[in-house]
Nanobody, 127 residues
Framework: QVQLVESGGGLEQAGGSLRLSCAAS????????MGWFRQAPGKEREFVAA????????DYADSVKGRFTISRDNAKNTVYLQMNSLKPEDTAVYYC????????????????????WGQGTQVTVSS
């Protein structure tokens, strides 16, 4: 089992920045691939960013590429999502997700690939 707890959400103005954190427990963090997803009201959950268990490989949705950065600190069992140049359309509940990964370089960008989910943190961007 892996427990995930997100933090760092809040209200920010367009153009501002927020950093989300997701603390993991229950398994060796370096064996876990991580991802961030988001769900806006009335919309389906969508992929935001993913990172391999080593941290050496990452992937982003086109809508956030160049503005968001995913990273991880395996010593702190934490994955981060740095969000810059925020837009009102970034408003959503953000979820971190985890799954065991044999490959150190593989990331996963579909929600079906993930086994564990956090409870979500609200991000609201005002115009």
């Amino acid at each position: 089992q892996v427990q995930l707890v997100e933090s760092g959400g809040g209200l920010e103005q367009a153009g501002g920045s927020l950093r989300l954190s997701c603390a993991a427990s229950g398994r060796t963090f370096s064996s876990i691939a991580m991802g961030w997803f988001r769900q806006a009201p009335g919309k389906e959950r969508e992929f935001v960013a993913a990172i391999s268990r080593s941290g050496g490989s990452t992937d982003y949705a086109d809508s956030v590429k160049g503005r968001f950065t995913i990273s991880r600190d395996n010593a702190k069992n934490t994955v981060y999502l740095q969000m810059n140049s925020l837009k009102p359309e970034d408003t959503a509940v953000y979820y971190c997700a985890a799954r065991m990964s044999v490959s150190s370089a593989t990331y996963y960008y579909t929600s079906e690939k993930y086994t564990y989910w956090g409870q979500g943190t609200q991000v609201t961007v005002s115009s």
